[in-house]
């Protein structure tokens, strides 16, 4: 059995298509949603991440402004130009790209924006709103699992659903949406006992640990859907995710790839949380 390949491009493609619709609607109305990015240092990862947002912002008719800080940024100053965008009506989204320098509070900087302006979902304010069902920002790599699982044609209502991972940005939220869809979901960590055991009873299947090959075939339970959040480099430098995907697709109904899968998700989320937030602080 071969498994499905999960074209996050094609489906990336799809939502942006759809972003610029709205974004085309707001403009008639003499509203162009405008992304404000904040990246401090040079950190190569985190520089590739910001060109690919504006590249995106350019396909979908969001205008992206870009700050790029010095390695040396002083936390204050940080903040200062994030209470300027806070204020500023022209922007809708604020977007201060992690990881932040060892002399920035993180945690300062993220409660400093704006939650109307949160658009990586990361404010507690919007956690709660998430948390508690209530309508807000989804935050972007979780929701584009969902669209992943959704748009490839598989159903989360009353499926086993294993989130492999439990950080606050991703593994946590993502459990949160599939239990909105209703989904059965479980939660595995580090200190799991029997993880190979309660993966393979999954229906559903995420891995968002950063390990190369966490996932092998004989975790999965088949004909299931294995979504892969994990980037790694393997020993040629290559970039890859958490599951081995070759050994997984002779067992799996279908496996999201990396590259093109979630990675792109997140950006086409973002451009969807954009065009949410221009909307909202319009009364729209």
């Known amino acids: 059995m071969k498994a499905q390949r999960i074209d996050g491009k094609a489906i990336s493609d799809q939502i942006k298509e759809e972003a610029a619709l709205e974004a085309q609607k707001l403009q008639r109305q003499g509203i162009t949603p405008c992304l404000a990015v904040v990246l401090v240092g040079n950190d190569p990862a985190s520089m590739v991440y910001v060109n690919n947002k504006k590249k995106a912002c350019e396909k979908v008719g969001i205008l992206s402004r870009s700050y790029e800080l010095p390695e040396d940024t002083e936390e204050k100053d940080l903040l200062a130009l994030v209470e300027q965008l806070n204020m500023d009506n022209s922007v809708h989204g604020v977007l201060v790209q992690l ?3 060892p002399q920035i509070d993180e945690e300062k900087v993220i409660l400093a924006v704006d939650p109307k302006k949160d658009v990586d979902c990361f404010h507690p304010l919007n956690v709660g709103l998430l948390h508690t069902g209530q309508k807000g920002f989804l935050p972007c790599t979780p929701a584009g699992v969902l669209e992943l699982i959704e748009r490839s044609g598989h159903t989360i209502e009353g499926k ?22 209703n989904g059965t979901v479980t939660i595995c960590h580090s200190k799991t006992k ?3 055991g309660i993966c393979k009873e999954a229906d559903i299947l995420v891995s968002a640990v950063g390990k190369l090959h966490t996932v092998t075939k004989d975790m999965v339970k088949e004909g299931a859907v294995v979504i892969d959040v994990g980037m790694n480099r ?19 109904g279908a496996v999201s790839p990396v590259p093109g899968g979630v990675g792109l998700m997140t950006v086409a989320m973002l451009m969807k949380n954009c065009i949410t937030a221009a909307k909202l602080q319009n009364g729209l």
């Open 99 to 101: 990881p932040l320098p």
């Open 160 to 181: 086993r659903c294993v989130v492999i991972g439990r950080s606050h940005n991703v593994g946590k939220p993502t459990a949160m949406l599939l239990l909105q869809k």
């Open 194 to 196: 029997d993880l190979k």
């Open 234 to 252: 393997n020993e040629n430098g290559k970039l890859c995710g958490d599951v081995d995907f070759d050994d997984v697709c002779e067992v799996a």
